[in-house]
């Protein structure tokens, strides 16, 4: 029996999905959900769905197995909640909330009614990102520099630090999250920032750019650097210094090993969301979420992670993460 998928938001990210699923043959997408009409119908109609624009109702009427919720950070309400207590297992796009209070409270919920769930840091499932656990694997780093040099994205909320909570919490986050499953756990943050820039962009209130100092509970430092000013040279990813090797990684592309005498360049070979959506969907079909790297709980770590920087960029002081 194929997993019924409905969806909650049908915008950017809700398509990338649904295009996966589409090519999944365990999966059938059953119905869209967008307070637009219009994106719900279109997508519905793309799709061979339904269309809502009332999540509870689209809940309520469909026999799903898997919703995947794929709105704006600011919109995280009782999605997930009503979701997890009808036993219908969660897919949601990072950030996963704007508060540790909404994400604790929902992560009450998946836990009591124990529902599967997964989370959008699609760069966990790319296979040099194997490839570099494998290689870290019992060696120690000193050092590391992150970082998400951009543009920024169109989307209208993204701008607003209320409603998308600023580039360090909705896209940077990805930076961070890698920084976790490498290295593990962060002890403390400080962080500064800048704006003034972008005066052509209306009504922009995000950081133009930002630096964030990491302490790690094992003695590493690193420095995560976001920024969505540039109207060229996007770079992403992260290098990171040990004793005898450098590495650097290109977000989603490349890695590149240098050695005293050796230096290795291995390129991605897998499309790191389809597979994370392939994932999903087995577990959710198999009962086994073994699976799957992120799971709600671990990306509330991430979650923590980020709002500590992003306190540290309002206080100018050192926040315990
Ligand atoms: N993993 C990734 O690499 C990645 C990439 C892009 C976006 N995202 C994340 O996905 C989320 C959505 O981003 P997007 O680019 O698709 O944004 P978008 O603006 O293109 O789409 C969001 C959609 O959600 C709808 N919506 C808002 N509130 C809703 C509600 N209460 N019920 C139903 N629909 C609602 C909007 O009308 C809109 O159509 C964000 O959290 C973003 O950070 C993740």
Not at 173 to 195: N, P, Q
Request: aromatic share 10%.
């Amino acid at each position: 029996m194929a997993v019924k998928v409905g969806f909650i938001g049908a915008g950017g990210i809700a398509r990338y999905h649904a295009e996966h699923l589409a090519k999944i043959k365990e999966a059938r997408i059953v119905a869209f959900c967008d307070l637009s009409k219009e994106r719900a119908e279109k997508m519905a109609r793309e799709f061979g769905a339904g269309s809502y624009t009332d999540h509870r109702r689209m809940l309520e009427k469909e026999e799903l197995d898997a919703v995947y919720i794929c709105i704006p950070p600011f919109a995280h309400q009782d999605q997930e909640i009503l979701a997890a207590e009808k036993g219908i297992n969660i897919f949601v796009e990072k950030p996963i909330a704007l508060t540790l209070k909404k994400a604790e409270q929902i992560e009450a919920k998946v836990l009591e009614n124990k529902v599967i769930t997964s989370v959008g840091y699609q760069q966990r499932y790319l296979d040099i990102a194997d490839r570099l656990r494998l290689i870290l694997k019992g060696k120690r780093a000193g050092a590391f520099f992150g970082y998400w040099m951009g543009t920024m994205p169109l989307v209208s909320w993204w701008r607003r630090k209320e409603e998308s909570g600023g580039q360090i919490i909705e896209q940077t986050t990805h930076i961070f999250d890698m920084a976790r499953y490498l290295f593990g756990e962060v002890e403390k943050v400080f962080a500064i920032s800048r704006t003034g820039l972008m005066s052509e962009v209306k009504d922009y209130n995000v950081e133009d750019a930002s630096s964030v100092s990491l302490y790690f509970k094992d003695g590493l430092i690193g420095t995560i650097s976001s920024a969505c000013f540039l109207s060229c040279g996007f770079k992403v990813g992260m290098d990171i210094y040990l004793k005898d090797m450098v590495i650097e990684y290109r977000w989603g592309r490349s890695l590149k090993i240098i050695e005293e005498k050796r230096t290795e360049k291995v390129l991605a070979g897998n499309d790191p969301g389809f597979l994370e959506d392939q994932v999903f969907i087995e577990a959710v079909r198999t009962a086994d979420p073994s699976g799957i790297r992120s799971d709600y709980s671990d990306a509330l770590k991430t979650l923590k992670l980020t709002l500590a920087a992003d306190e540290s960029l309002r206080t100018g002081k050192v926040v315990k993460v």
